[in-house]
T-cell receptor
């Protein structure tokens, strides 16, 4: 019963490098999300995908791109990493309706130096 | 637009004491409300949710929350704290049919012997 799986768990990047965070869910959910968590800021939505083939910006999308590869997978790409993108990134999935809970992955701790 | 305010970034209680974590929301339509818990170095997991079926909601691990529309509040309580309750707690809201979760900034619960 894997739920939401994120890779990698830890990553250190140099400023200007690129990388892709991977996320997969096995619950047949329509909606998937990427959040970032910073101390004292809670979780802020970067991008979401309400269904396969669609993506939309959240609260803090600048510097990121996403791809909904299929119903299971939703990736987050940093094209040119900046120190301000040092954070813990969480992927989540849910049914499409607003009254259903979101299930979260274990997170990716990213440090940009 | 929806928003969530959690009063107190840190709350300290003694083992066996009452736990009260405060959450106030702002929403233009009847909201759906959630409490999530995050243990160190883990993802978020659902404690409980309000979806208009009942104003007093019971969750896991002995936690409960009461929806008070007149006060726009959804405070989380537990009668007797346990050491294992030490974690960060997030209140979140959605509104409308397909909206995304908006989180508060979180409250760290510290439990002392």
């Amino acid at each position: 019963n894997a739920g939401v799986t994120q890779t990698p768990k830890f990553q250190v990047l140099k400023t200007g490098q690129s990388m892709t965070l991977q996320c997969a869910q096995d619950m047949n959910h329509n909606s998937m999300y990427w959040y970032r968590q910073d101390p004292g800021m809670g979780l802020r939505l970067i991008y979401y995908s309400a269904s396969e083939g669609t993506t939309d910006k959240g609260e803090v999308p600048n510097g990121y791109n996403v791809s909904r590869l299929n119903k299971r997978e939703f990736s987050l790409r940093l094209e040119s990493a900046a120190p301000s993108q040092t954070s813990v990134y969480f992927c989540a999935s849910s049914e499409r309706q607003a009254n259903t809970e979101a299930f979260f992955g274990q997170g990716t701790r990213l440090t940009v130096v | 637009a929806q928003s969530v305010t959690q009063l107190g970034s840190h709350v300290s209680v003694s083992e066996g004491a009452l736990v009260l974590l405060r959450c106030n929301y702002s929403s233009s339509v009847p909201p759906y409300l959630f409490w999530y818990v995050q243990y160190p170095n883990q993802g978020l997991q659902l404690l409980l949710k309000y979806t208009s079926a009942a104003t007093l909601v019971k969750g896991i691990n002995g936690f409960e929350a009461e929806f008070k529309k007149s006060e726009t509040s959804f405070h989380l309580t537990k009668p007797s704290a346990h050491m294992s309750d030490a974690a960060e707690y997030f209140c979140a809201v959605t509104e409308g049919r397909y909206s995304t979760l908006t989180f508060g900034k979180g409250t760290m619960l510290l439990v002392s012997p």
